[in-house]
């Protein structure tokens, strides 16, 4: 369980590390990122509800389509609805049969269309 705890938490420092390395902005709450575009807004909405009510997969997927034209807008929406999603618990996660490295892996997947893989893997501290 505590080795559970680091691990989301090394998530989301990671998260917040490509937020800083991309806009030079410290993150103190993903809500500080404001989206210019209403109808990401309503998508960020959509895909954290969708998160709560435990569609997880389904929420992966639409973000992968919806975020699909690589926009500002669109890295912002996926940084906060991973955020939302490394605030779930334990129970959570088991719940819905998530295992930590499948959300790493969906996290670096979806940031390296942004970034560079090899920046992706510093940022997530990770040698794959």
């Given at each position: 369980?505590?080795?559970?705890?680091?691990?989301?938490?090394?998530?989301?420092?990671?998260?917040?590390?490509?937020?800083?390395?991309?806009?030079?902005?410290?993150?103190?709450?993903?809500?500080?990122?404001?989206?210019?575009?209403?109808?990401?807004?309503?998508?960020?909405?959509k895909?954290?509800?969708?998160?709560?009510?435990?569609?997880?997969?389904?929420?992966?997927?639409?973000?992968?389509?919806?975020?699909a034209?690589?926009?500002?807008?669109?890295?912002?929406?996926?940084?906060?609805?991973?955020?939302?999603?490394?605030?779930?618990?334990?129970?959570?996660?088991?719940?819905y049969?998530?295992?930590?490295?499948?959300?790493?892996?969906?996290?670096?997947?979806?940031?390296?269309?942004?970034?560079?893989?090899?920046?992706?893997?510093?940022?997530?501290?990770?040698?794959?």
């Amino acid at each position: 369980m505590f080795e559970q705890d680091y691990i989301m938490r090394q998530i989301k420092e990671c998260l917040d590390a490509a937020m800083r390395l991309l806009f030079h902005v410290n993150v103190e709450s993903p809500a500080m990122l404001v989206l210019k575009d209403q109808q990401k807004e309503e998508l960020v909405l959509k895909l954290t509800d969708m998160l709560d009510r435990g569609k997880v997969r389904d929420a992966i997927s639409e973000l992968d389509c919806a975020a699909a034209d690589g926009s500002q807008d669109d890295l912002i929406v996926g940084y906060r609805f991973y955020t939302h999603l490394c605030q779930k618990d334990d129970d959570y996660l088991e719940q819905y049969g998530l295992k930590y490295s499948e959300i790493e892996g969906e996290m670096k997947r979806f940031f390296s269309r942004y970034i560079s893989p090899e920046v992706v893997d510093l940022v997530t501290h990770s040698k794959d």
